[in-house]
Nanobody, 116 residues
């Protein structure tokens, strides 16, 4: 059973930064796609960023230029660097990992709150 766990969330003021980390219990090279999603209260879960095993990245328009997704295969982690945070970035952030046969593995999420 693959375990996925997010960390790094917290309370930050507008304009601040946070770095989220997603750790897997197996090698990150086992996955073809790695994603970060977020879900605000009362809203659907939306895709924030993705990265492929080849390093190709994609971002939601709302976070382009502010967020950066990356992966560290040696540490089995996927990172989401979030800069210039806004109150509307407040949400629970989830990591999803997809393997070569299309099986998805979700973490339980980490809360990010942007407030003064």
């Amino acid at each position: 059973q693959v375990q996925v766990e997010e960390s790094g969330g917290g309370l930050v003021q507008p304009g601040g930064s946070l770095r989220l980390s997603c750790a897997a219990s197996v090698r990150m090279s086992s996955f073809t796609y790695m994603y970060w999603y977020r879900q605000a209260p009362g809203k659907q879960r939306d895709l924030v960023a993705s990265i492929t095993s080849g390093g190709r990245t994609n971002y939601a328009d709302s976070v382009k230029g502010r967020f950066t997704i990356s992966r560290d295969n040696t540490k089995n982690t996927v990172l989401l660097q979030m800069n210039s945070l806004k109150p509307e970035d407040t949400a629970v952030y989830y990591c999803k990992l997809m393997n070569y046969v299309g099986t998805n593995y979700w973490g339980r999420g980490t809360q990010v709150t942007v407030s003064s």
